[in-house]
Structure formats: C-alpha cells, structure tokens
C-alpha cells in the first residue's frame, strides 16, 4: 500500500466516520437528521456542518415524491451515456472532498475520501471471525464492505489521490475464516452508466444497493426478486445531499439529485426496538415524507438500533443485518428472499448480539457496511463491544 500523508489520512478517517455516523440518523417526530448517535471524537466536525445540513434542506427545491409501477419485466432503471458519467476534471473541496466536473451542470459530483492501513482491515476481520466462532458452523457469515463512489468516479487528474478500494476489500478477506467475503467491486463496475451512486451525497443509490443485494441473495442461496418491475417505484426530485452541506460548494446545490427507491411487493410487516431490543413499537419500512438533505433516510426512518421485517416468505430463513448507513438501502431488496429479517445499527445498540442471534433464530449474518466503517478503529470497537 503506498504511504499517504498521515495529517490527510487522519483529516479524512474524522470526516468519514463523521459521515457515516450522523449523516444516516434515525428520524423522530420532524423530517430532520437526529444528532444522536455521535461520538466526541467527531462532534467537532458534525458542529461545523450542521449549518450546512440545515442549509441543504432549504436550498434544495422543494422535495417531490411520485409512484410509479415499471411496466416491463426487464430491469427499467435507465442508462446515461459513459461520457455523461465519467468525470473527467477534479478539484478539492474543504475536508478531503473532491469535487469533480464543478463547472459541468448535472455532471458535477462529489467524492469522499478513503484512506486505509492494512492492521486496520485485519483487525476488522478478525473481528468478524470472532463472531462467526461464537454462532457456530450453522449460522453462515458474511461480509459486504461497501465501496463509496470515489473507487469508480474519480477524475484523471486526481487518480492517485485516494486509496484503492479495491484493494482494500481484498485485505479484509485475506484474513477472513470461514466468512463468505462479498466483494462488491466487479458488480458496481458492471453498472457504472446507470444511477447508482448519488452525486450529491456520500451514500450510494438505492439502484446500486439493488445491484449489491442480488449478488449477495446469490451467494447466500436464497430467491432474488429481480424485476424491478414488481416492485413500487418512487421518485423524489431535487434531492441535495450531505455533500453539499459538508462543502457548500453551491454548484451541487444548483444540480440535485433524483432519488428513486423501490418498495417490495410481497406482504410484511415492520417493528422497531429500541437499543436493548425491547419495546417494540410496529411501524412502516418506508418514511415516504422525508425530503431535502434526508432523503435517504426514507428507508426506515435512517438509523434504528433494531428493526424487525417478518415477511410472507416460506423458508426458514432468517438475517441479521449488522450495518452502518449504507446497509439501509439494502433492506428493501431482501424482503422478498428472507422469512426474517433483522436490522442492526452496531453504532447504536446496547444488548449483546450473542443471546440476540439465539433469540431471533438467526440463520444468516451478514456485516453490510461502507468499507470505511471497516478500516476506522472506533467502527470496530462499536461492533466487538455488542458482541457478549
């Protein structure tokens, strides 16, 4: 792995647990991000931007949701041209950000940055492999280490900016035993001129998360619903993103996203618990009057220490989803593979998951997370904390 600036590299892992830990927060009585959830070693960063998430909620246009049903039988979701897709220049924004095609209308899109310690990677699947020794050979296991979107997008000019992902994903599974390593990689790239990364938020798009889901369905053995057709689609318009509120830059504001996510037709049913697993309260899987900056948190209302999802499929099968913000556009496509699905945020629970997995019948694990969480220290303690 070539050497990196340590000041950058410490900058960046602060910006992107920051990230990842307030930007996906579960929402309460107001459509608004929640600030909990949020350690003291990045609350200084999560101060800076606050303004700014405010200011992306107003400055974006008014938030417009429609559903739709897809008429064919073929995946519907429409294709961009590569040399719409490609950036092809790059410049920095504040806090390791890379702006890319600022000047180029709705080409423009911003990048987090990523970088890694191979010890780091180690130690997170050695982690890993201590859960799987503690549920035995009949619970299967897996990890999905998400890539953000700076592994595809990333301009010419600032090729060599960031670390591999790719790479970084290989390291985790160098060390895994007898866990399945879902390497996301091959399937993204497959895909690169369809929507599956935001441009103006750090997440990816729930296209991509579908994309990810039915690789993942694949290796676990269960049924994928893959025509999207049988599925409710659901549009938003001018969805500006966390990017914006951790830049300002007002170009991506001037060019928001569209955000389109998919409900599963089959029949289910939704709780949620709080952070010991206890007082269940029924609910919907989707928060359709979310808008602005938190659209992405339409699935579930963002992050939920537990959510249980019992659906009408007949097999025995059950998940336990152990993820950051990433994993949440996940959940929709697995409805229709899984008799039980259960969400965990490691970020936010508080019960041990070792008694959890016995209780719910888990017979699938999968950690779902960016493949920052995977090389960002405090990430796993959070999860090697909840294991007993």
Known sequence: MKKKNLLAACVSLMLCTAVLSSCGNKIEDAPKLSATGTSAENSEVIAESAAGTEAAVTTAAETTTTAET???????????????????????????????DRYEGDKIRA???????????????EMINEYKKMVGDDVNVYNMSIPLASQFYMPPNMADVFDDQSYAIKNIGNYLENVKNI??????????????????????????????AQKFCEEAGVDFVSDLS????????????????????????????????????????????DAYFSNGTEGDLFYDWVEGVGCYSVFMGGDQPFTEIKTDVDNGRCLVLIKDSYGNALVPFFVGSFEK???????????????????????????GMSVSSGYTPMQIDSMENIMH
């Open 230 to 273: 049988t599925y409710e689609k659901c549009v938003k318009e001018n969805f500006c993103g966390t990017m914006y509120s951790f830049t300002y830059v007002p170009e991506l504001a001037a060019h928001p996203d569209t955000f389109t996510y998919y409900k599963p037709g089959n029949e289910y049913t939704t709780t949620y618990y």
């Open 341 to 367: 699905i259960y969400v965990v945020d490691f970020r936010f629970a508080e019960t041990g998951l070792e008694d959890f997995f016995k209780k719910v019948g888990a017979t699938d694990i999968l950690f």
């Open 111 to 125: 990048l987090l940055s990523f970088y890694c310690t191979d010890s780091i990677g180690q130690r997170y699947a």
């Open 70 to 100: 897809t008429t064919t039988t073929a995946n519907t979701a429409v294709t961009i041209p590569e040399e719409d897709v490609f950036p092809t220049t790059g410049e920095w924004a504040d806090n390791n950000i890379v702006i890319a």
């Open 183 to 212: 390497d996301l990689i091959d399937t993204m790239s497959a895909h690169l001129n369809e929507y599956i990364y935001s441009r103006t938020d750090h997440h990816w798009a729930p296209l991509g998360a579908y994309y990810a």
